[in-house]
């Protein structure tokens, strides 16, 4: 019989040993339920994978924020690599998994523009030039000029036809999908060229003696040029002249503003003395 309990006392120790070893064993795991990367701002979900029935989370989500819920959300809004970590406890025992670089914000492009010329008389022609720095490849460009007309270069040259103000925009995209826009008000202005128009007060004459009056119905002007064709001119705004021989003559008017824009109107055969 004593044989018999000695055999026994063994084997319940060893039973017992197995126990215990096994009561309160967890092992950290997580995972995320959205992007661990994108551009610019990104909030991330983590959802608790931890094996053994964890009690107690501890969560560090290496952008400065902690958290002791199971299941947290964060965000991340400075471009970099994050680590993770995640230490569990069942109040026994204690796991923890780190997963480096598991996150990744990518630095958004910084987009600015800048053009050769911005203040002259239509049609106005200029070189924009893309002044963007990004940490990044640039792979794609796309220009608004704010007149209705686009470009898909990086520095185009552009013509605008029609006076007046012009915000000009600038989208830009980099090889991680990152994108940025900036808008310049005003970054344009054509300056209006005058409308010119004019008559005469007679086209046939029959006196070469005779005064014709030259009317200017010009707009947007404050100086003058007359070209008569007989080899005279006169810089009146409204002025008249006398043929003193027979012919045909062509008369030119030129008519510049006060920003320096000009117009100019050819009219052949305008006087048949």
């Known amino acids: 019989m004593k044989h018999i309990y000695k055999s026994f006392s063994i084997i319940l120790l060893l039973v017992t040993g197995f126990s215990q070893s096994t009561i309160g064993q967890i092992t950290a795991s997580f995972s995320t339920t959205g992007p661990v990367s994108a551009c610019g701002n990104l909030v991330v979900e983590f959802q608790d994978n931890s094996i053994g029935n964890p009690t107690e989370w501890w969560w560090d989500f290496g952008n400065g924020f902690l958290s002791t819920e199971q299941n947290p959300i964060t965000f991340y809004d400075t471009p970099g690599l994050y680590n993770v970590c995640l230490k ?32 002259e008389c239509a049609p106005m022609s200029t070189q924009f030039t893309d002044l963007t720095t990004s940490t990044t490849p640039i792979v794609s460009w796309f220009w608004n000029f704010g007149d209705g007309g686009n470009g898909l270069d990086q520095n185009p040259t552009y013509t605008y036809q029609q006076d007046g103000s012009y915000d000009v925009s600038l989208f830009v995209t980099d ?20 409308e010119i128009e004019f008559n005469v007060s007679q086209n046939l004459v029959c006196d070469s003696s005779e005064i014709i009056s030259f009317i200017n119905n010009t707009i947007g002007a404050e100086s003058f040029k007359w070209n008569f064709g007989d080899g005279t001119i006169s810089l009146l705004e409204n002025p ?11 008369v030119e008017l030129f008519a510049f503003s006060s920003q320096g824009c000009t117009d100019t109107l050819y009219e052949e055969s305008a006087i048949n003395i």
């Open 175 to 194: 090889t991680n999908g990152c994108e940025h826009i900036t808008t310049v008000d005003n970054m344009v202005k054509v300056l209006p060229n005058p």
């Open 88 to 119: 569990v406890s069942d109040g026994v025992s204690v796991d923890t998994l780190i997963l480096e670089n598991l996150i990744e914000v990518y630095p958004i492009p910084n987009v600015s523009i800048q053009l050769s010329n911005n203040l």
């Open 240 to 250: 008249t002249h006398v043929y003193n021989a027979s012919g045909v003559y062509d």
